[in-house]
Structures are given as C-alpha cells and as structure tokens.
C-alpha cells in the first residue's frame, strides 16, 4: 500500500465525518439535517432525498414536496418517528417542519454527537494506518525493501495520518463552535 493510497482512503475518511457533521442541528434549518432520514416507500427503505424536493424557504423552517402526493403521509411518519425532535406540519401538499431554537443542553447533547463521529473517523484512520504499516513490515521481510526505507515509509504514514486527525479536529472544533454560538 503506497502513500497516495493511504492519503486517498484517509481523505474519505475525513469527508465522512464532515458529512455526519451536517447532520447535526446548529439551531437553523438545513437540507442536510434530513439526508440520513429514509422513508418506507412501496415496502423498501428510500432515502427522502429521493421521494422529495427538500428546501429552506427561511431560516427556521425546512419545506419537503413529494414528487407522488401519495407518499406525504409515510413522509411525515418516518419524520416523527425519527430521532431528530421534529415535529412536521402537513397541508396536503407540502410538509414544514419548524425548526425550534436549542436549549443550552440540546447543544451539549449535539456537541456529544459531533465528539463521537469524530472519534469514529479518528478510528478508521488509525485502521488505515495499521492497515498500511503491516504491509510495510511484510514486504520489508519479504526482502522488497530495507529496514532503513521500512522506517522511513512508516514515518511517512504516521505523519499523513497526524494532518488528517488535526484536519478532524479541526473541523470538529468549527462544529462545536456552530453548534454553541447562539
């Protein structure tokens, strides 16, 4: 595994966690607080994305259109059973959901989240790495390359992974900063 492979996978990596970033409520209406919500659609599991125009008309209120009227009802239901607090006002042809302002422990409760994915991306980076140092330490006894270019391929990894964890904490700590401003 050479080091462009290993910066590839820890740069998903990174963007994976910043995606599970969106997901969290900063206290103002985003597409993106929806895109893990699926609906249970003709029997399959479809990603609302895919049955809706999701939208934010203004800040505290996000407007999801059903493509198929039809399916406004299981909208709605997967929206209230969901974990994210809302609760959807339905009119027959759009569903709204008011986005209400976060108590102060609501944002903590947020900001734990966000720690969590962090942790989880740190995680699959530390597996990249491993990953990448085994296969270092077989080819090196394989007799493909010296102890002296094992070591130094090694320290390269290492360093590739302390920017991608700083870039993840980082962006982490943006995170909490947009989750507790008010």
Not at 23 to 42: P, Q, W
Not at 65 to 87: C, M, N, R, V
Not at 122 to 136: G, M, T
């Amino acid at each position: 595994m050479n080091t462009q492979e290993v910066e590839l996978n820890m740069k998903k990596s990174v963007e994976a966690s910043q995606r599970n970033f969106n997901t969290i409520r900063t206290g103002r209406a985003n597409t993106s607080l929806l895109d893990r919500l699926t609906v249970e659609y003709y029997g399959a599991d479809t990603p609302l994305k895919s049955l809706a125009t999701i939208s934010t008309p203004d800040s505290q209120t996000i407007s999801i259109q059903p493509f198929d009227l039809s399916s406004i009802g299981l909208i709605e239901k997967a929206i209230s059973i969901s974990d994210l607090g809302f609760t959807p006002n339905n009119d027959g042809k759009i569903i709204r959901i008011n986005i209400p302002p976060l108590t102060e422990e609501r944002r903590k409760q947020f900001c734990k989240l966000a720690s969590k994915y962090a942790e989880e991306a740190k995680v699959a980076l530390r597996n990249i790495r491993r990953d990448a140092i085994e296969k270092i330490k077989a080819g090196e006894k394989e007799g493909d390359f010296s102890e002296d270019q094992s070591h130094d391929q090694q320290v390269s990894i290492q360093k590739i992974t302390d920017s991608y964890i700083n870039e993840i904490e980082n962006n982490l700590a943006k995170k909490e900063a947009e989750i507790l401003k008010v």
